[in-house]
């Protein structure tokens, strides 16, 4: 079985005249924690959006087990979009809705169980982001770090195999924001899911990343692909060093 689970190919994003970025090509591999990271206004959520079927390219296209989303049929392009999870930056709850109701609305729409089983189903969600005991608790009732999970879990709704998150850790607090990495790579390793993050905290790309993208604004295209990581020991280019490296001068020792 091929190993590459997304594969973006010449990929070049715009707003009318106006050039995002040019010439993105990157590989992801099933299970892998896909990084999108850049400085702000280089493209990653615009990125994500164009991964998630909200925006066509102005050139390329994005292919998945293999086969070209874009250049698909309507039908063929809303099947995919089953396949996808999505947690967005706010969580996107509903105010209105128990944490189980916000979870059940995509059951409700796109399958056949009965009400007692989205109920069940949306329970088992929960728990499985640390939630058990909540279900019945409205959004304004909890953090922001468990509104952040609740959005998760209706991200896992339909069981999907692609996971999209648009900066999961904006408005955390560093212990939150850790402890969504660590609920990150245990559903990694426990459903096999294939992640895809749009973040620019170091803590989060260095603690979750597999693979990464860094997007450059000034040059507006990819400067680099692979584990930060290792992006951090062997990349030449300044802009990559710089974005990685941007945190020592906060933490190092002042000097003479």
């Known amino acids: 079985m091929n190993d590459v689970k997304i594969e973006i190919r010449d990929l070049t994003m715009a707003y009318g005249s106006f050039v995002v970025m ?3 090509s990157a590989q992801v591999k099933r299970g892998e ?3 999108i990271m850049g400085g702000s206004g280089c493209g990653k959520s615009t990125l994500l959006r164009h991964m998630i079927g909200l925006k066509e ?12 989303f874009w250049q698909s049929d309507d039908l063929a392009r809303r099947e995919k979009l089953r396949s996808f999870g999505v947690l967005f930056q706010s969580g996107a709850l509903w105010s209105s809705m128990t944490l189980t109701e916000n979870i059940g609305l995509a059951l409700g729409e796109y399958t056949d169980f009965s009400p007692a089983e989205i109920r069940d189903i949306a329970h088992l969600k929960l728990a499985l982001v640390g939630l058990k005991g909540f279900e019945d608790y409205y959004p304004a009732e909890i953090s922001g770090g468990m509104c952040k999970r609740a959005g998760l879990a209706r991200a896992l709704a339909l069981d999907p195999d692609v996971l999209f998150f648009d900066e999961p850790s904006a408005g955390l607090d560093p212990i939150s924001s850790r402890n969504l990495d660590e609920l990150i790579l245990q ?26 993208v860094f997007l450059d604004p000034s040059t507006r295209t990819m400067r680099a692909q692979g584990n930060p990581r290792e992006l951090l020991k062997h990349s030449t280019d300044p802009a990559v060093q710089q974005f990685l490296r941007r945190g020592e001068a906060e933490t190092s020792p002042a000097t003479a």
């Open 33 to 35: 924690v896909f990084i």
């Open 57 to 68: 390219p102005a050139k390329g296209d994005i292919y998945y087990d293999g086969a070209p």
């Open 22 to 24: 040019r010439d993105i």
């Open 187 to 212: 559903l990694r390793d426990s459903l096999g899911a294939t992640f895809v993050v749009v973040t620019h905290e170091l803590a989060s790309i260095f603690t979750i990343a597999d693979n990464s």
